[in-house]
């Protein structure tokens, strides 16, 4: 399974980005989808999750009321809108699939499929 996230970059604090998940040829509307973030000298952590069917979503403390995930089952692609960034919220995004929904957030060690990653970088 490959997954494919895309739309990080440089934005100014309080500015918006949209990144975007898509997997294709992947039996993606079964799987729960997501993102972790990594920051320099950090470990992974959890950012937002949804269910398969978007009837549930999850997200990290730290990004509610700011970030919004949703997916497109018929794109195969999962986006997180990610708006009023801190500086705090630069680090590498990485998209993530579950086939497993537990109905809490999934710890790293739960992913089945990992992105290859998307930098975010959010100046002061």
């Known amino acids: 399974v490959q997954l494919q996230a895309s739309g990080g970059g440089l934005v100014q604090a309080g500015g918006s980005l949209r990144l975007s998940c898509a997997a294709p040829g992947c039996p993606f509307s079964s799987h729960a989808m997501g993102w972790f973030r990594q920051a320099p000298g950090k470990e992974r952590e959890f950012v937002a999750f949804?269910?398969?069917?978007?009837?549930?979503?999850h997200y990290a403390d730290s990004v509610k009321g700011r970030f919004t995930i949703s997916r497109d089952n018929a794109k195969n692609t999962v986006y997180l809108q990610m708006n009023s960034l801190k500086p705090e919220d630069t680090a590498v995004y990485y998209c993530?699939?579950?086939?497993?929904?537990?109905?809490?957030?999934?710890?790293?060690?739960?992913?089945?499929?990992w992105g290859q990653g998307t930098l975010v970088t959010v100046s002061s």
């Open positions: 993530a699939a579950d086939r497993v929904y537990t109905g809490r957030p999934p710890t790293a060690g739960e992913i089945d499929y």
């Open positions: 949804i269910r398969w069917n978007g009837g549930s979503t």
